[in-house]
Structure formats: structure tokens, C-alpha cells
């Protein structure tokens, strides 16, 4: 075989520890089954910890609010509940709104967003958390029943949409729109939902103006805050008194521990969709890209899962960037102006977070005479759902012990390109579409361990389809030398429960 392109994760304590305890591992998946996600909750107190610090850093005020959607389990939420008071929770759900309430967030620490049915809007504004406004439909919804049920005055923040951006450098003049998005108000529509605003004063309180753009781009976020000042200006202008700029997530996640493994991974990807190289996925699968006549064409349709920073890091360099249009940086900006910061980061908050385990059922070869592996797993594509959000990452194979036999192993040394399948009779489910590489060929019995699956990637398309196990969900927490864990559900940030031991 030619040399193994791997894409090994980036790891950190404590989910590096926990991955290199295999017989702890295999001893869960042996009781609980395959697949089976382990959380680790008190990474996620840390990771909103970082965030602050950034805050701090540049002397700003205001909250993290996790954005729920990115797990859904119950150990994550409470141990933030147990955190910092300036750590909160986005929901977008009745579901995630009432989880959050009884995992200890209070209202003041929640803000619900996305679109809202009416039994969503009316427990926010019953409890009092803080409504992250879609469109001037859901004011003039919100104000509604607020009057109709004498529901308490309620904050709410403006989502705006349609901001304007350079096109470029050096075309001054030429102004373009951020990336369309179904959400929020668009810009140039202010004038009209700030009247409306005026309109329901009785009924609400205006309390900041808030954004989410789902890129990593820093010139486009950059252009939207410093518009988001603007707007905050002519809302004072008008005698209302907001004081918060909620610049919403997408600070992102490095996947992929080293640079040069990326590199040349997609160089090679790149190779193989022009036949200049043996194939690298399966059935000729391109990411995107595709070969016309010899020319490569299309754009990768992938997650850019090395980073060179990201989160937290990734907002210490938004706060330091220059605005657009002033110049200054937009820590700057919105000290000057008094304003607090808000942010909801959902995949960079649950970085570091968790793994999902999967027993190896079965090794076959492909039947393509490559030397290729197909390799059965007892879990499907909705199970670790990475590759569908277009992350690329290797899973790390941690052998059952005891470990066999040296000379049994003897035929299996080696790196080996392996195809991952599901347990689904589905042609299309697969763990992933690329070959993937393996220090050694994996065994039935084995597990494959996919690690920082805790942001998207382990309950959010999960499905049951053809009845197949639901992955359990445990949580795990660090007990000196050794580990405590228990179900997800039973986990409380208090020692005796798989919480905090001291
Ligand atoms: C999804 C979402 C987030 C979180 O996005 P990440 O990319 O996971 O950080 C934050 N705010 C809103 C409104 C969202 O819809």
C-alpha cells in the first residue's frame, strides 16, 4: 500500500485520557452496547470558560449562552448550569426551553432563537427569559399573547439579517450582502421593526440586536457587528435603551490535529477525482469536486477540519479585527460604547466534549483487488453523523483485549485503507465515504472510537430506523486515577452522582 494518508484528531485532556483507557472503554460498550456516546461534562464548563477569558481579555461584559442544538443531552446542560453565572443557553425548541429550565438555567440565563410556535413564545415570556426575535411577525405574535395572558414585559433582542460587505479588497464602493439566511430581519427593513418595536413597548423591552452568520469568514462577522453598532445607535436615537450585541456562533472546531495531514489529504483527494492517483472513496465519490475532461472543477464541500484557530481563539481575533468601515478594532467599538457582548457558540463549546463508540461487526475485503477493507460497524451513518456535516477525521481503533495472540496478529501488521458501512440494508449507509486509514486491520470485536462527536455529530440525526439500537448516552467524569460514569440522564453536577468528586 502507498504511504497512509491519516487525518488523526486533534485531542486534549481529559478526552485524550479517556481514549487511551481502551479497557475501560471496552468494558462500557460490552454493558451498554454499540453505539454508545460518552459526554464529559465538565470540558464544557471549561470551554465557556475560555470564551470569558476572551472577554475578559479585552475588558468586555456579557454572557456565553450555549447554543443547545449542538447536543441534546441533559449532563452537558447541568453542568453549565452549574457554571458561571455569565454562562447561559440559546434554545430553539418548546423541547430544549423546557430541558433547560429543569436542569437549573434560570430565565435570566436563557435565550430562546429560531423560529417559535406560540407555546414556545408563551413559556419564554411566562418564565422570563429573553426572546431572540426572528421577524416583526413573531413581535406582533410575542406582543399578543404577552397582552392576552398579562405575561410579564419581556426582553427581547432583534435578529437582523442581509448585512453589507465588501466584495473585496481594493473594489471599494462595491458592496455586496452577507450570505442570505431564512432567518432574522433584514437589514435595510430596521426602520419598520423598530417602529414596530415602539409600537409594543407595553408588551416588551427592547434589549440588543443579534446576529448569526453560519461561516468562519472574519471579514463578513467584522461587517455585521460594526452594522449591528450602527443599528444600536439609531435605537438610542429613538430614546429606546439597548445594550446588548449578540453576535451569535460559528466559531468553530480544529478536527484535525496537524496542518500538513490536511494538506495533503485534500491535495491527494484532489489527485484521485482526476485518476492521477488510486481512488479514495468510495464508488468515486468527490466531496464536491469532479473531473471534466481532466480539469478539476466544483469546490470541496467540506468542514475546513484542521483550523488554525478556532472558538475561543477564533473570537480573540474577531474582537481584535478592524471594523470595515472605522477601522478600529470592534473591542474598541463596543467598549466605547458600553455595550455588552453576547455570543452562542454551539460547536466550539462542545469541542473536547465527547466520543462515540462503535463495535467492529464485521472485515471483508472490498472485492475491488485494491487490498481495501470493508468494514461493518454496529452503528449507522445517523448514529456519527461527522461526515454528513463534511468533517474528515479518523476514528482510532482500540483492539479488544486482552490483545490476541502476537503470532495470531502477525498477518494483520501494517496500516490497511479501510471503507466504514453501517448496520442499515442500505446501500448508502456509510460511516463515510472516503477510505479511511488504519494503523493495523481491525477485528471483529474491536472498537472504533470516533472522538469530539459532541458538537452535531452524535444525537443530532440519529434516527431508528429498521430498529436498530439507539445509541445510550453515558456520562463520564475524572475520579483520580480512574473514571466514574453514569447515564446521561441521571448525571447531576454534585459529587455521588458521576458529578464532580471533590
Ligand atoms: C446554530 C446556531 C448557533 C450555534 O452555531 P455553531 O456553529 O454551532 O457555533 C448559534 N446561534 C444560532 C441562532 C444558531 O442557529
Redesign the pocket.
Same mark, same amino acid.
Given at each position: 500500500m502507498r504511504v497512509p494518508l491519516y487525518l488523526q484528531p486533534r485531542l486534549e485532556p481529559p478526552l485524550s485520557s479517556l481514549l487511551a483507557d481502551a479497557p475501560f472503554l471496552h468494558s462500557l460498550a460490552d454493558a451498554l452496547g454499540s453505539p454508545l456516546n460518552l459526554l464529559l461534562p465538565d470540558r464544557i464548563a471549561e470551554n465557556a470558560d475560555r470564551f470569558r477569558g476572551v472577554y475578559r481579555a479585552h475588558r468586555l461584559s456579557g454572557r456565553v449562552?450555549f =447554543?443547545h442544538?449542538?447536543n441534546r443531552s441533559g449532563s452537558l446542560v447541568r453542568r453549565l448550569a452549574a457554571a458561571d453565572a455569565a454562562t447561559g443557553i440559546?434554545v430553539?425548541s418548546l423541547g430544549e426551553l423546557r430541558h433547560a429550565l429543569a436542569s437549573g438555567l434560570t430565565p435570566d440565563r436563557i435565550m430562546a432563537?429560531?423560529p417559535k410556535d406560540p407555546e414556545f413564545l408563551w413559556l419564554a415570556a411566562r418564565t422570563g427569559a429573553t426572546v431572540?426575535l426572528d421577524s416583526p411577525t413573531e413581535l406582533g405574535q410575542l406582543a399578543d399573547l404577552i397582552r392576552k395572558y398579562t405575561l410579564p414585559r419581556t426582553d427581547v433582542l432583534l435578529?437582523l439579517s442581509a448585512f453589507e460587505t465588501a466584495t473585496g479588497p481594493g473594489v471599494s464602493g462595491v458592496r455586496a450582502l452577507s450570505r442570505p439566511s431564512r432567518?432574522g430581519s433584514p437589514l435595510r427593513e430596521t426602520g419598520a421593526v423598530l417602529d414596530a418595536v415602539e409600537r409594543h413597548r407595553d408588551a416588551v423591552r427592547l434589549t440588543g440586536v =443579534?446576529y448569526?452568520l453560519?461561516t468562519t469568514g472574519l471579514a463578513e462577522k467584522a461587517a455585521a457587528l460594526e452594522q449591528c453598532v450602527a443599528v444600536m445607535d439609531e435605537c438610542r436615537a429613538r430614546g429606546l435603551d439597548p445594550r446588548v450585541i449578540d453576535i451569535?456562533?460559528?466559531?468553530?472546531v480544529g478536527y484535525v490535529a496537524e496542518a500538513g495531514q490536511w494538506e495533503r489529504y485534500t491535495t491527494e483527494l484532489a489527485n484521485a477525482v482526476l485518476g492521477t492517483r488510486p481512488a479514495l472513496t468510495w464508488r468515486g465519490h468527490g466531496y464536491g469536486l469532479r473531473n471534466e475532461g481532466g480539469t478539476l472543477r466544483g469546490s470541496l464541500a467540506l468542514y475546513p477540519a484542521h483550523r488554525p484557530t478556532a472558538g475561543p481563539g477564533y473570537l480573540g481575533e474577531l474582537l481584535s479585527h478592524p471594523a470595515p468601515a472605522s477601522g478600529r478594532p470592534l473591542a474598541t467599538l463596543l467598549l466605547e460604547h458600553l455595550y455588552d457582548l453576547v455570543c452562542?457558540?454551539?460547536?466550539?463549546?462542545?469541542d473536547q466534549c465527547g466520543l462515540s463508540l462503535a463495535r467492529v461487526t464485521d472485515v471483508r475485503p472490498t472485492g475491488h483487488d485494491s487490498g481495501d477493507l470493508l468494514v461493518r460497524l454496529g452503528m449507522n451513518a445517523g448514529d456519527m453523523s461527522l461526515e454528513e456535516h463534511g468533517v474528515l477525521v479518523d476514528p482510532i481503533l482500540l483492539s479488544r483485549p486482552p490483545a490476541v495472540d502476537p503470532m495470531e496478529r502477525a498477518g494483520d501488521d501494517g496500516p490497511v485503507g479501510v471503507y466504514l458501512a453501517g448496520n442499515l440494508c442500505l446501500e448508502a449507509d456509510l460511516i463515510t465515504r472516503r477510505k479511511v486509514f488504519l494503523p493495523r486491520r481491525p477485528r471483529p470485536g474491536d472498537l472504533l472510537a470516533f472522538a469530539n462527536t459532541a458538537?452535531?455529530a452524535m444525537d443530532f440525526r440519529a434516527h431508528r430506523a429498521q430498529r436498530q439500537p439507539a445509541a445510550r448516552t453515558v456520562a463520564v467524569t475524572r475520579d483520580g486515577a480512574s473514571w466514574r460514569w453514569c447515564p446521561d440522564e441521571d448525571y447531576w453536577p454534585i459529587t455521588g452522582t458521576g458529578g464532580p468528586t471533590s
Open positions: 449562552y =447554543a442544538k449542538a440559546d430553539a432563537t429560531g431572540n435578529r432567518f =443579534a448569526h453560519d451569535g456562533g460559528g466559531f468553530g452562542e457558540p454551539g460547536r466550539a463549546l462542545a458538537g452535531y
